[in-house]
């Protein structure tokens, strides 16, 4: 059964600092890697996706790795902004094979960024 | 452009009250869809899904149903609510290999 590990659980940095959030999951036959955005209260917001033949996938400040070896995908974040604050879910996602696209889901890392 | 709908967005109910929440998607046809509960502490469950209608695959055991009487409904009910039962509800569509997300519905049972 795919499990997925989120470190840290909680991060605060200063405004303008670079950071990385980590992923991991113990299941490497994965179709794709998603991370999404969650503010307090909301649903999800899609950021990134890394299909699994791919390394990563940039967007503005924000660039995703993805290592199926190793089980491993990171999410940094360049110049980080008070508005990049919210909970951040990495999701591995499966084909379960019956016609549907599965997510297994971290715990997510809960950023604060500090003006 | 498509669109997923949740209503209601916050719910309290008492203990053993039944339960009917509903979902919703706009601009696309035959979608998988998906419900999702997100506990204090806890990751996102999955807790069903649907290849279309009538379809219903139940992932957790427990005291909630799913239906899609219609291509874009999903619904999510319950007969009798426990404390347990308590959360943020997601629903979420896909035609390919990406989910997106509706904008959740927070039950509190008491």
């Known amino acids: 059964k795919q499990e997925v590990t989120q470190i840290p659980a909680a991060l605060s940095v200063p405004e303008g600092e670079n950071l990385v959030l980590n992923c991991s999951f113990t299941d490497s036959a994965i179709y794709n890697l998603q991370w999404f955005r969650q503010d307090p209260g909301k649903g999800l917001t899609s950021l990134l996706l890394?299909?699994?033949?791919?390394r990563e996938q940039t967007s503005g400040r924000l660039n995703a790795s993805l290592d199926k070896s190793s089980g491993r995908s990171t999410l940094y974040i360049a110049a980080s902004q008070p508005g990049d604050s919210a909970t951040y879910l990495c999701a591995a996602g499966v084909d379960s094979g019956a016609g549907s696209y599965q997510l297994t889901f971290g715990k997510g890392t809960k950023l604060s960024v500090i003006p | 452009s498509q669109t997923i709908h949740q209503w209601p967005a916050t719910l309290v109910q008492p203990v053993g009250s039944p339960l009917s929440l509903e979902c919703t998607v706009e601009?696309?046809?035959?979608?998988?869809l998906y419900w999702y509960r997100q506990a204090a502490g806890r990751g996102l469950q999955l807790l069903f899904y649907s290849v279309g209608i009538g379809q219903i695959s139940s992932e957790v055991p427990q005291n909630l149903s799913a239906s899609r009487p219609q291509d874009r409904q999903f619904i999510l009910s319950s007969k009798k609510l426990l404390l347990s039962d308590s959360g943020f509800y997601l629903c979420?569509?896909?035609?390919?290999?990406?989910?997106?997300f509706g904008p959740g519905t927070r039950l509190t049972v008491l």
């Open positions: 979420a569509w896909s035609r390919t290999y990406t989910q997106y």
């Open positions: 890394i299909q699994s033949s791919q």
């Open positions: 601009g696309t046809s035959n979608p998988n």
